[in-house]
């Protein structure tokens, strides 16, 4: 028999390793960190463009026509009435993509918060529209940091990230009752490979949805861009990043422009899709004069 002594070692030994057991389990069953949700959708950016990150600026003049073509993955679900993933009023975007359009109501003096996970280096795109008077938009980090003003009055906000954390998109109502429609996209930057002068991309949206590219050209280039889908529901809005110009609108249901660009700058090119999901294939091309 057993000593009352070892009895009582041979005890605190098996509560010891319980307790080391349970210890491991409740850290293998913790959530993602806020961190690497930003990294997961940064590597997603990636590999959805198979391209380094843009230097701002050409190297090197387009010397040969070339056509490469890039493909976005399918972005349709199962449910065509499906939203994004919203987990306490957290933006999470489907696997693959780099846009979110969320549905909702927003009533007076009860602004509606979003969150977002968003990496440095990436460019945000926020636009919120509405049936009514539309609400207007405030950013500000985690960290307390404002990155727009509601008292800006704006409904569309661009800008690049500086830091990876989360960001709290606020709509704040301008009437007593408003449905809105809140676009949230991070900019996927167009890069010819060398010696090229257009890229081709291929993907699907669904009703109401739009993907946003960012394309540097100089000025004097002659700009092409060119959308068809299958449906023929897609149409194209193009906009001056420095200018501001909105040089295709989004009524005008374009799906060709041409033009020869008056200033060197970033082109935000808009494919946008209408009242059904929209297979779509666009083709941008900078030419020198």
């Given amino acids: 028999m057993k000593s009352p002594q070892l009895q009582r070692f041979l005890f605190l030994s098996f509560a010891l390793c319980l307790g080391l057991v349970s210890c491991n389990l409740n850290t293998a069953l913790q959530s993602p960190t806020p961190n690497q949700v930003a990294t997961s959708v940064h590597e997603t950016t990636a590999a959805i463009l198979s391209q380094p990150a843009p230097n701002g600026l050409p190297t090197d003049s387009p010397t040969e026509e070339m056509s490469p073509t890039e493909t976005l993955p399918p972005t349709i679900p199962s449910d065509p009435t499906a939203t994004p993933v919203i987990e306490d009023s957290r933006i999470l975007f489907d696997p693959g993509t780099t846009f979110a359009t969320v549905r909702g109501e927003v009533r007076e003096n009860e602004p509606k918060d979003y969150i977002?996970?968003?990496?440095?280096?990436?460019?945000?795109?926020?636009?919120?529209?509405?049936?009514?008077?539309?609400?207007?938009?405030?950013?500000?980090?985690?960290?307390?940091?404002?990155?727009?003003?509601?008292?800006?009055?704006?409904?569309?906000?661009?800008?690049?990230?500086?830091?990876?954390?989360?960001?709290?998109?606020?709509?704040?109502?301008?009437?007593?009752?408003?449905?809105?429609?809140?676009?949230?996209?991070?900019?996927?930057?167009?890069?010819?490979?060398?010696?090229?002068?257009?890229?081709?991309?291929?993907?699907?949206?669904?009703?109401?949805?739009?993907?946003?590219?960012?394309?540097?050209?100089?000025?004097?280039?002659?700009?092409?861009?060119?959308?068809?889908?299958?449906?023929?529901?897609?149409?194209?809005?193009?906009?001056?990043?420095?200018?501001?110009?909105?040089?295709?609108?989004?009524?005008?249901?374009?799906?060709?422009?041409?033009?020869?660009?008056?200033?060197?700058?970033?082109?935000?090119?808009?494919?946008?899709?209408?009242?059904?999901?929209?297979?779509?294939?666009?083709?941008i091309e900078f030419l020198n004069p």
């Fill in 116 to 283: 977002l996970q968003v990496s440095k280096g990436q460019m945000l795109s926020l636009l919120v529209e509405s049936d009514g008077k539309t609400p207007v938009l405030a950013v500000s980090g985690a960290d307390g940091k404002v990155l727009l003003s509601g008292s800006s009055g704006y409904v569309w906000f661009v800008t690049t990230i500086q830091k990876t954390q989360d960001y709290i998109v606020t709509l704040l109502p301008a009437d007593k009752l408003a449905n809105y429609i809140l676009h949230v996209s991070t900019l996927i930057d167009v890069e010819f490979d060398a010696g090229a002068t257009s890229k081709t991309f291929q993907g699907i949206i669904e009703p109401d949805d739009m993907v946003e590219f960012r394309a540097y050209a100089l000025k004097g280039q002659l700009a092409r861009v060119t959308l068809s889908s299958v449906s023929g529901q897609a149409s194209l809005q193009i906009i001056g990043l420095n200018d501001l110009f909105n040089y295709v609108e989004r009524k005008s249901g374009a799906t060709y422009w041409e033009a020869t660009l008056p200033e060197s700058q970033n082109y935000l090119i808009k494919v946008l899709a209408n009242k059904q999901p929209t297979e779509f294939t666009l083709k």
